[in-house]
């Protein structure tokens, strides 16, 4: 970006020419060219639909002027891109704690301010724990805990933390940040407001109606219809990802409904809390225990994970979208990969090759050669039983099946060539490269500290990651997706006017003109 865009040698010299601007410089800029009388206001009306306009999108091959010419030596300051980067170390907390209630106490000690943070969070699975025709009444308590206590109400809770000078946010996710001194204080309000909340029938009533407003303009917008029905048509007719609120079934939450829900899944043993800051583990544990150590819960633990999925089918939907000139494209299919696996990793890693950034396999063949696509994404989605893979983009109607016949190639090109070591070592050293951003902030690391608590995953997973990462070759990515991946078998979903038949096969390293 210095070189291309900025016009200097290197991001050295963009450091030092943002290094040497003055607040003069940016008021006198700022005098000579935001002139409100200069500003120009725009304001859209509908006219009715639009005919679809076939084949004028985005169109034919990516064009960057001249063609280079042999190859480019990088200036010595970008030789280093070149080379691999150290793993890094994702630092371990300095105490791990499960107090007597069954809650779980992370703790990790920073004295660079007199502050402490406390971050905590309840794992809750709605579609397996609302009442069957209750679907809604999560939304509802975590909304209503923020409306205070019995003997406080909203504003006087934001008065208290107010006067105390800290900050204290509640819900399925919850925490607060104060200065030393002010810790304890901040602590007990944070666990008074958290376990205590009043749940009145006025306040109730307020937040209901909002959200069976908004529930009703989300189940009317066309991309919600459309992932409704693809979701139909892959799971199971009882399966619980089916369940969805509707403004029918949070309108007839009442506030046993809500009491009842926050009693059997607000719960210590199913509550990870993370202290980070200005204190030492003792210290911390001992505030956390006077705070919430009489929080109990009682009969079984919630069931907050989905049993595995039988074998999906393979389906297709097509909806016409009113309007709509493209389609919007989405191929899906179950992957065994799972949270905390290795493979998923190196599935990554491949994925990566696949359709992260210009250099990618998706982004080169389907945008920059043949122009089918304006933009391209694939992604997995995992947790601890379920998991699917899935590649996504927009098009022309015309051109989907070009689109559709190389995507399919090119995941069959992944099963079976190994990646080439320019490529793996380039999605490696990018990967390797962003870690250390994971620790640049105390929210980061705590946030990455309660998933993996929550989710039964060590505190050292991402090592374990960036272990697997460093040491993939490229024929491991070639099982991976050999044993994953069934281009065949992918489930074909498209929201838009209705494409023409498929396009014969296209092998992965071959292209078509434009429009053929």
Known sequence: MAVAEWGVSSPDA?????????PEQVNALAARYLDPDHAITQISLPQGNI??????????????????????????????VLTMPPAPQWPLPRSVFTLPN??????????ASHTIQVFGMVRI???????????????????LLLYGTPEHDRLSIVKRSDDIGSSVWIGSTFGAAAQTQDFPATLALLAETQLNPAFREADLATVREKLAVARQGLLQTPNHMFQR?????????????????????IRSVNRDDVTAFFQKAYRPDMTVIEVIGDIEPDAAKAAVMAAFGNWHASGPKPDVVFLPLPDIPTVSLQMEGEGRTQDMVEFLQPVGLR?????????SLGNQILSLGFPSRFYQALRVKTGYVYGVRSATSVDETRGTFQVSFGADPAKVPLAETLTRSLLKDMQTTPVSTAELARVKGGYLRTQPFGTASLNSIANRDLFLISHDLPLDQ???DISTVAATTPEQIRAVFEREIHPDALSTFIYGPRPPEPAPAIAAGQTTPHGQ
Request: avoid cysteine.
């Open 51 to 80: 005919p679809p306009t076939q084949d004028k999108g985005f169109g034919g091959a990516e064009s960057f002027g001249d063609k280079p010419v042999g190859a480019v030596p990088l200036p010595d300051w970008a030789q280093s």
């Open 339 to 347: 949270l905390g696996q290795p493979d998923t990793m190196v599935f």
């Open 229 to 249: 029905a693809a979701l139909e048509r892959l799971l199971p007719p009882n399966d619980p990802q089916l369940r969805q609120a509707t403004p029918q079934t």
């Open 102 to 111: 069954g809650l779980r106490l992370i703790v990790r000690p920073y004295h």
């Open 14 to 22: 963009l450091t030092k020419a943002y290094a040497s601007v003055t």
């Open 125 to 143: 699975n709605p579609a397996l724990e609302e009442p069957a025709g209750k679907d809604g009444v999560a939304s509802l308590t975590s909304q």
């Open 462 to 464: 991402p090592n374990r």
